[in-house]
């Protein structure tokens, strides 16, 4: 062998026969690592944000702006219920997507749901490098990130069937810590 490196397989995933519901905070990922996370599960992703923007045929920023944030979340409730009652798949949820008492319901009740965490600051760092993101506009992110955290952890504690921290580490890291996860969890719901 001249200087190969062999590497191991990766572990065979079982397709899962329920959507996995990614949660928490704006920025922390959801999108990004949700897209890898389908493609190593052998399912189709879906951005909520983008099925709320091709649903109400705007921007979440002009739903915002014309609308107001309670149209917005009525729009993102009636989109998640239609995601979540659709086959399985991978779904990056808004980050309030889980303020909305049915759409924790339904997430419970038909989805596998990891809540991905890091800390405020590297949030924070990476929320500024876009002006997209319409709760943030014209307040500090740290800030605004410490209010929302306060509100939204113990909903996504309350709702999540796995925790991961997901740091600033890369996003293929991300997804093995996830995969990992959620094995251990399918494989203790097998034996209960």
Known sequence: MSGQVVRPP???IPRPDRT??????MGVGKST????????????FVDGDEAIEAAARMTVSDIFGQLGEAEFRAGEARVMRRLLEGPPIVLA???GAVLDPGTRSLMKERATTV???AELPVIAAR????DTRPLLRGRDPLQALSAMAEVRYPIYAEVADVA?????????QAVEVILTALIAHWSSEAKA
């Open 10 to 12: 990766a572990p065979v």
């Open 20 to 25: 996995i519901a990614l949660v928490g905070l």
């Open 33 to 44: 690592v949700g897209r890898r996370l389908a493609q190593r599960v052998d399912l189709p």
């Open 93 to 95: 949820s808004g980050g």
């Open 115 to 117: 809540w991905l965490r």
């Open 127 to 130: 929320v500024q490098r876009r």
């Open 164 to 172: 991961v921290d997901v740091g600033s580490g890369a996003h293929a």
